[in-house]
């Protein structure tokens, strides 16, 4: 497969991914010319300068994946890249340290005034009184976001004998606690901190997470840091509240936009202002850059990503229970789809037994996939399936049972329209899918790639002379399958052939007497 990378990457991250596939680096691509050249490439490396966007992905027409060596992905068009059916990935630890240290630095910074103490004496002064700062130890610091960053700030704030309180409305009292935080609401952050950090990521609730308002409510002398992304603060209020004396000092390391060229923070006092270095350490870029190009060759071959932005994260223990039912289920998709015949309105996903213990998330959208893959145009994959069955107004639910009859795991979908539903059911034995229902029938198959079916009547005979029409059309049956409900009533047959059925074919079996009624199912799997 052929992969784009588009910004500069750690050399090692490089030969990850030319040890399995061919890349190409074209390094300050214009947007138009990002978009003239995507469409030949499977997956796309960024860090956080090109931006992702909807234009641009709607030339992506093969690209599978999209990597962005770093934490954030607020240059990348996530709803765009779900509706394409493209997976995003990140690298969410490899800077974490990188980012705790910096913030830590400019914490100290401000502190003790060193920019403005070094820049004093470049220009040959000596004026120790004016740069007089603070000490750290028993200060209050207010972390906003306890994410992994946040909580390596905390770690290290412990170091400095500061009280830490922090605000995470994901975050439990007692995970905060492990890294000596003590949680509190955002405004007991506000009012209560003497210095402030927000490790958030950027989205319409964090927006000026921290604005004249919440500045107002502070105590006097407060100092800010700002490593996470440009916009979380409101620059122009932290800037006049520094001009006010309101603020002792703010540190930034991150603008909106980047770079800050009108920002006026640039012009007020009392502030450390350093240009995005905060996973620029040469760790850090070693570490985000082997993670996001690992993810790329995990999906690319298949494979479950580990920090997928779009997709449910699996804690390993359920990857491990779930992966190998994903390729059953797309194939229970398909046959039912396929045995309805008609339009969908309802699918209820049920997994049974161990599977009981799980998310399955990702069995539904692998369900959906099978289903949606030849009702429409549009690429279907695990990641955009939901969001297109919401558009075809398809209601979707899920049940647990831990009961299971003779199976360890079963996974059962029913799907329901005007004409009425279907039921199929399978499960994974010895390593490989069987097919152990259609309706009230139970089976034990083993899906092949093309596949007859009929329901007829249960009559001497009437196998026999179905089996000898597909000889006489020269195709070949490799396996059968018969399931009945009672002697002599409706009996479901199905038989795994090796060549196409013609229509002439289809349609003389389909008129004998004793069938009521047949389908080819098409039930080939990409593993």
Known sequence: MKILVAEPLAKSGLEILRAHHEVDEKIGLSPEELAAIIGEYDALLVRSQVKVTADILAHATRLVVIGRAGVGVDNVDLEAATKAGIVVVNAP??????????????????????AAADASMRRGEWKRSTYTGVELRGRTLGIIGLGKIGQAVADRAAGLEMNVIGYDPFVTAEQA???GVTLVELDAIIEQSDVITVHVPLNKATRDIVGAEQIARMKPGVMLVNVARGGVYNEAAVA???TDGKLAGAAFDVYDPEPPVDSPILKAPNTVLTPHLGALTAEAQLRVAEEACEQVIDVLAGRSARYAVNAPLLTPETARAITPYIPLTVILGRIAAQYFRHAVKTLTVEVAGDLADHD????????????LENATTERVNLINAAFLAKN?????????NSDTGAFASLVTLTIEGD???VVVAGTIANGEPRLVRIDDNWLDVAPTPLMFVTRHQDKPGTMGRIGLMLGEADVNISAMHLARTAPREDALMLLAVDDEIPDTVATAIRNHPAVLDVWVIRAATDR
């Open 177 to 179: 606690a492990l890294h």
């Open 240 to 242: 006049q509240a520094l």
């Open 419 to 421: 004409t009425g539903k």
């Open 392 to 400: 075809r107004g398809i209601t979707v639910n899920e049940s647990k």
């Open 360 to 371: 399955a998330s990702q069995l539904t959208a692998a369900a959906l996939r099978g289903i």
């Open 93 to 114: 630890t490899g800077n974490t340290v990188s980012a705790a240290e910096q913030t830590i630095a400019l914490m100290l910074a401000l502190a003790r005034k060193t």
